[in-house]
T-cell receptor
Framework: GQNIDQPTEMTATEGAIVQINCTYQTSGFNGLFWYQQHAGEAPTFLSYNVLDGLEEKGRFSSFLSRSKGYSYLLLKELQMKDSASYLCAVCSNDYKLSFGAGTTVTVRA | IAGITQAPTSQILAAGRRMTLRCTQDMRHNAMYWYRQDLGLGLRLIHYSNTAGTTGKGEVPDGYSVSRANTDDFPLTLASAVPSQTSVYFC??????????????FGPGTRLTVL
């Protein structure tokens, strides 16, 4: 089975940095995805990591450590529009995604 | 059409009724998926299709059925709805199903309430 854990909620101030952690135990590993989901909307793709290390994409970065079963999503220079849920998803041996419950980030002025 | 569409947007349904949720994509993606999203549980895979003509069971398939007659359409049917099927349903598609990097694109969702 799959076990993916991430914090339920986080709050940060506009302009600050927030790090969302994700730990996983899965049957096989073919990469880890991060998705963003605004309230009432569909999830949209943010990042993909399959090798250890940091992937940077503008204000968002994602890190992976396969040996530790750990990833984080780093959001820098937070903006109000970054208030959303962030979903960690692991691609397992059968190439299907297993999702964590999501972390709701609230950005305050 | 651009991307994935789902219909209806929302529906209130009496328990015991039959309901089909529609999903259409125009990206010529081979793989399609149905998820349900419940508070505190995240997205859970109901059924999937790796290519037209094939389907498979996901994590929570009981009470649901799917068909994939062509590349574009992937309807999800609840044969006899029960209140525990109250959820938000998302359809998704990806270019392929057998590669590690396989970004899934999601439809806007259907909010279903079973009374």
């Amino acid at each position: 089975g799959q076990n993916i854990d991430q914090p339920t909620e986080m709050t940060a101030t506009e302009g600050a940095i927030v790090q969302i952690n994700c730990t996983y135990q899965t049957s096989g590993f073919n990469g880890l995805f991060w998705y963003q989901q605004h309230a009432g909307e569909a999830p949209t793709f943010l990042s993909y990591n399959v090798l250890d290390g940091l992937e940077e994409k503008g204000r968002f970065s994602s890190f992976l450590s396969r040996s530790k079963g750990y990833s984080y999503l780093l959001l820098k220079e937070l903006q109000m529009k970054d208030s959303a849920s962030y979903l960690c998803a692991v691609c397992s041996n059968d190439y299907k995604l297993s999702f964590g419950a999501g972390t709701t980030v609230t950005v305050r002025a | 059409i651009a991307g994935i569409t789902q219909a209806p947007t929302s529906q209130i349904l009496a328990a015991g009724r039959r309901m089909t949720l529609r999903c259409t994509q125009d990206m010529r993606h081979n793989a399609m998926y149905w998820y349900r999203q419940d508070l505190g549980l995240g997205l859970r895979l109901i059924h999937y299709s790796n290519t037209a003509g094939t389907t498979g069971k996901g994590e929570v398939p009981d009470g649901y059925s799917v068909s994939r007659a062509n590349t574009d359409d992937f309807p999800l049917t609840l044969a006899s709805a029960v209140p525990s099927q109250t959820s938000v349903y998302f359809c998704a598609s990806s270019k392929t199903s057998g590669e590690p990097y396989n970004e899934q694109f999601f439809g806007p969702g259907t909010r279903l309430t079973v009374l």
